[in-house]
Nanobody, 126 residues
Framework: EVQLVESGGGSVQPGGSMTLSCAVSGNGDGSGYRCSGWFRQAPGQEREAVAA????????IYSDSVKGRFTISQDNAKKTVYLQMNSLEFEDSGLYYC??????????????????WGQGTQVTVS
C-alpha cells in the first residue's frame, strides 16, 4: 500500500516562510505517478488546489492565490515533493494535503485527478 506522508507544518508569523514535504512510502516507489499536487483546506471551506508538479519534466503550475510566493519541487531520488511557502499570509492557514495521480485526467489542479492522498499537515499563520 502506497502512503503519502506530509511533514513540516506548524505556526508562523505573517510574512514568514515554511517548507512542507511529502514523502512516498510503502510498497510503491512513486515512480508511476504522473503528477503530484498540494491542496489545502481551511475550516468551513472547500479544499482548494495550491500547486502541482509533473513528474516527467518537473514543470509546475500554481493557483493564482499563491503564484509568486510558493514553489513546488520534487526530488525523485528521495521520492519526495516539497512546497516552499514564502510571504505567508493569514489566508494561507489551513490543513495542507499532498496528493499523487497516475493520470492527469481532469487537470493537475483538480482534486478529482488524484487517487492518493496524505493525511495532511496543519499550517497556521498568526
Amino acid at each position: 500500500e502506497v502512503q503519502l506522508v506530509e511533514s513540516g507544518g506548524g505556526s508562523v508569523q505573517p510574512g514568514g516562510s515554511m517548507t512542507l514535504s511529502c514523502a512516498v512510502s510503502g510498497n510503491g516507489d512513486g515512480s508511476g505517478y504522473r503528477c503530484s499536487g498540494w491542496f489545502r483546506q481551511a475550516p468551513g471551506q472547500e479544499r482548494e488546489a495550491v500547486a502541482a508538479i509533473y513528474s516527467g519534466d518537473g514543470s509546475a503550475i500554481y493557483s493564482d492565490s499563491v503564484k509568486g510566493r510558493f514553489t513546488i519541487s520534487q526530488d525523485n531520488a528521495k521520492k519526495t515533493v516539497y512546497l516552499q511557502m514564502n510571504s505567508l499570509e493569514f489566508e494561507d492557514s489551513g490543513l495542507y494535503y499532498c496528493a499523487a495521480a497516475t493520470r492527469n485526467r481532469f487537470g493537475a489542479l483538480s482534486s478529482s485527478t488524484y487517487s492518493e492522498w496524505g493525511q495532511g499537515t496543519q499550517v497556521t499563520v498568526s
